[in-house]
């Protein structure tokens, strides 16, 4: 049986090995229709049909690809998503 303390060797060990990335700060994050239904709380043909289509609405970024067919699927700054979400706080 493994102790509490070599399981906690270990699993410092793993981490000193596995790279990690600087966390994007949430302003800067790109998020996906999937990751903005999210946080809106809708399901992501709601966003696409009825919210990302609202002048009020952020601007897709898309970054181009490979893929020449079809346009790069639309990301969205999460921090204008938030803020454009915030606009519908009720006044009370």
Known sequence: MFDAK??????EAVALRVPTAPAVPLEH???TTTEVAAHVRRNVHD???YMA?????PKA???PGQA?????????NA???IA????FKDAN
């Open 68 to 76: 020449v067919k079809r346009p790069p699927h639309p990301l969205y």
């Open 29 to 31: 994050q790109l998020w």
């Open 6 to 11: 070599f399981i906690e060797q270990l699993a």
């Open 79 to 81: 921090g204008e998503v």
């Open 84 to 87: 454009w979400a915030k606009r």
């Open 53 to 57: 289509c609202l002048p009020s609405f």
């Open 61 to 63: 970024i898309r970054i």
């Open 47 to 49: 966003v696409r049909k």
